[in-house]
Nanobody, 124 residues
């Protein structure tokens, strides 16, 4: 069992930046591939970014490539999402997810553990 708690969301103007944090507990964090997903009002939850167990590899949705950066600290049991050049269309609830032994998976069903989400609102 892995427990995930997100933080760092908030209200920001377009063009601004936020850094989301996901703190993990319960199992060996470095055994898990990690990802961020988001759900905007009226839309399905969608993949944002994923990072390998060691942090050596990552993958991004086209919509955030070049603006968002996923990283992890296996000593602090934490994964981050640095979001720059934010746009109003980035407004959503952002979720952290974990999958044991995962390698850059991008579908919801691949992840067994989820956080409660943190709201990000980007004003125009």
């Amino acid at each position: 069992q892995v427990q995930l708690v997100e933080s760092g969301g908030g209200l920001v103007q377009a063009g601004g930046s936020l850094r989301l944090t996901c703190a993990a507990s319960g199992r060996t964090f470095s055994d898990y591939g990690m990802a961020w997903f988001r759900k905007a009002p009226g839309k399905e939850r969608e993949f944002v970014a994923t990072i390998s167990k060691t942090g050596g590899s990552s993958l991004y949705a086209d919509s955030v490539k070049g603006r968002f950066t996923i990283s992890r600290d296996n000593v602090k049991n934490t994964v981050y999402l640095q979001m720059n050049s934010l746009k109003p269309e980035d407004t959503a609830v952002y979720y952290c997810a974990a999958a044991r032994g995962a390698w850059l998976l991008t579908t919801e069903v691949s992840y067994a553990y989820w956080g409660q989400g943190t709201q990000v609102t980007v004003s125009s």
